[in-house]
């Protein structure tokens, strides 16, 4: 089965000041939205910086780099998975799913690397790994 386009996503449609982040995660990239007035970058990507109110944004590529912040461990799922709060290394904190870990070797503060992957819509998303 051929991975769906993910321009027809429904969320890639109704948001379409996303579309440079989607058209970067289908590369392998990573974009944020950073504020030249402030001078920070933010997450989810927004027109107006969601910590000053500025509408001067533009988009940065992020190395994906950062930290865990906090996370669980969903045991009882099938299969159990990790939610993980990320902080990056450019600044903003996002939530994300922690791939390949067991769950012995998470701590928070612990270095982590985003790999953007595909998922069933065809978008690909954010997703971190343990760093070596
Ligand atoms: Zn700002």
């Given at each position: 089965m ?70 669980s ?10 939610l ?49």
């Amino acid at each position: 089965m051929a991975t769906p386009d993910y321009q027809q996503s429904p969320f890639v449609q109704a948001y379409p000041e996303t579309s440079e982040f989607w058209a970067a995660a289908a590369e392998g990239k990573f974009l944020l939205k950073s504020c030249k007035a402030c001078a920070k970058a933010h997450w989810y990507p927004r027109v107006v910086c969601p910590l000053c109110g500025s509408d001067d944004t533009h988009w940065i590529e992020t190395s994906g780099r950062g930290t865990i912040y906090s996370y669980s461990v969903l045991e009882r799922a099938d299969p159990s998975y990790v939610l993980v709060y990320v902080r990056l290394d450019d600044g903003p904190i996002l939530i994300s799913n922690l791939l390949k870990a067991q769950p012995d070797a998470i701590q928070i503060g612990a270095a982590v690397q985003a790999r953007l992957m595909p998922v069933e819509d065809g978008r690909s998303m954010p997703f971190f790994e343990l760093a070596d």
